[in-house]
């Protein structure tokens, strides 16, 4: 995959991230913290992973759940499992 393609998968993980949280798209910085900058709460950070899951089509274990902290964290974990480049 291209940089174009980094490039969308992140906004794609960003359009999850704003749709769970009811915020806006521009809010979701690629390192923001769902949890200390953009307020997510427990189980709206398990929405995240299920919806990236499904979005990537990807399995996505508990641990690896743990690790998405941030958008940028998100398409690291999708790199690691061969879908962005």
């Known amino acids: ?25 521009d809010s979701v910085e690629p390192d923001a913290s769902f949890y200390d900058d953009l307020a997510a709460d427990s189980l709206e950070k398990v929405e995240i992973a299920v919806r990236v899951e499904r979005e990537f089509a990807i399995p996505v274990s508990p641990q690896e759940a743990a690790e998405m902290t941030s958008a940028s964290a998100v398409l690291a974990l999708l790199r690691d499992k061969g879908k962005v480049v």
């Open 1 to 25: 995959m291209s940089d174009v393609q980094s490039v969308a998968a992140l906004d794609r993980v960003r359009g999850i991230v704003a749709e769970v949280l009811e915020i806006d798209i």
